[in-house]
């Protein structure tokens, strides 16, 4: 006994102190976990029911996670029992007032329960409505954030339960309204605690595949509690940060989740998701030769009024009877040309009287006009003009120009007229 006081006292106090050399023995770390995990304060928590045994009084639980695979057991004494409305059921959701509490001797953690409420079918809409008004004030429902769904994918992603009618459905429809239609399918839970997980692995694949360009997340509905995966944020913000379109096709009118309200498209069936996300083959066809019906008649009416617009110009009297222009026009011109010749012959006729006119005119005022009334003009012989007697004295020699001819001349006497008498 002495040595195990002495043993006690050389142990280290805390964890961080222990050594290879000097360790804890088992039962001091599971003394030591005990009074830390008693020491927690007692906390509400939510989950569901998987187990559900009563005995003596007691009943023993096992309570899981709604959204995750993790869970606990849960002893609820005779004491706590008594006190309770109604009696756990297997399935149920709850919410419960626990502490943790440690067996040392195996080293089980369980909790232990001095409340328990089932979670109501009111309550669950009180949360969902609560989450809703969050995510829409956030901005997360709002339609300018909708991407539009392509005309015609090259591949569809889905995401639906393993061999579920809503998968059935989904193909069965889509390939009925385009035969050509191609999937990439993704089977996950649609329900309970793994949905959540599954939906968003999934949905996060087909993001990464470049081939998909179109990603439909299908259930065939089911109740209120069956959908709340649906719901979860975690989903609803995975869905909207999803840069494909994503179409929501869970078949729940009544009480219709989350997803539907984030979703870019909304089906209220896995069928109606089929009819959105291609179109009907026969519908195309029929539009198509609708559109080539049109497109004939439009090419048959514009031909016929043009051809009736060219028979009109050719009823014109200029292209019925085109040589009546032709005629008029030589009319025309030959009467242009006589009016030319005419006025060309007049011009020609005033031009001669004008040149007359000023020959005559030139005439009238030319030195041999003069010589020709019977002057003459008297000039040195180097052929200088006299003017006045005092230019040439006796004996000068002189040469008389006439109308006709050439005199030639000797001075003998000279005469200067007197002033103021004619010459």
């Given amino acids: 006994m002495e040595q195990a006081q002495k043993r006690s006292s050389s142990l280290p106090s805390t964890a961080a102190q222990t050594t290879v050399e000097n360790p804890w023995p088992l039962r001091v770390l599971s003394d030591k976990l005990k009074i830390h995990i008693e020491n927690s304060p007692q906390v509400w928590v939510e989950g569901q029911l998987l187990e559900a045994n009563i005995r003596n009084g007691h009943a023993y639980l096992v309570l899981r996670d709604v959204d ?103 193909i069965r429809n889509a390939s009925l309204r385009w035969p050509a239609v191609a999937f990439d399918i993704r089977n996950t839970a649609v329900q309970g605690v793994n949905a959540v997980a599954e939906v968003i692995a999934a949905l996060r694949e087909l993001e990464a595949n470049d081939e998909v360009e179109v990603i439909i997340i299908a259930r065939g509905g089911g109740a209120l509690e069956d959908l709340l995966p649906f719901s979860s944020e975690e989903l609803v913000r995975a869905v909207s940060a999803c840069t494909t379109p994503v179409i929501s096709a869970i078949g729940h009118e009544a009480d219709r989740p989350i997803l539907d309200d984030v979703a870019d498209v909304r089906a209220s069936t896995p069928t109606d998701a089929a009819k959105r996300v291609v179109p009907d083959l026969a519908d195309e066809l029929a539009n198509l030769a609708q559109a080539r019906h049109r497109l004939d008649r439009a090419v048959r009416t514009n031909v016929e009024r043009e051809r009736q617009r060219i028979a009109s110009v050719r009823a014109r009297p200029v292209l019925a009877y085109p040589q009546t222009m032709v005629e008029a026009r030589r009319e025309d011109v030959v009467r242009l040309g006589q009016r030319s010749t005419l006025a060309m012959r007049g011009s020609l006729v005033r031009g001669h009287d004008s040149i007359a006119h000023l020959r005559a005119q030139v005439r009238a005022l030319s030195p041999q006009q003069t010589l020709d009334r019977g002057y003459s003009v008297i000039q040195h012989a180097d052929g200088s003009i006299i003017r006045s007697a005092d230019e040439a004295p006796v004996g000068c020699l002189l040469a008389v120009r006439l109308a006709h001819g050439r005199l030639d001349a000797t001075v003998t006497s000279s005469h200067t007229p007197e002033e103021g008498t004619n010459p």
């Fill in 68 to 170: 995750a695979d993790q869970s606990f057991s849960v002893t609820v004494w005779a004491s706590v029992m008594r006190s309770l409305d109604t009696a756990p059921e297997v399935g149920s959701r709850v919410v419960a007032r626990v502490k943790p509490s440690f067996y040392a001797k195996t080293g089980r953690l369980s909790l232990n329960a001095f409340d328990l409420h089932p979670v109501g079918l009111g309550d669950l809409l009180a949360r969902l409505e609560k989450l809703r008004r969050a995510l829409f004030d956030e901005g997360l429902f709002d339609p300018a954030r909708k991407q539009p769904l392509p005309l015609l994918p090259g591949r569809i992603g889905l995401i639906t339960g393993r061999d579920s009618d809503a998968e059935k459905d989904v």
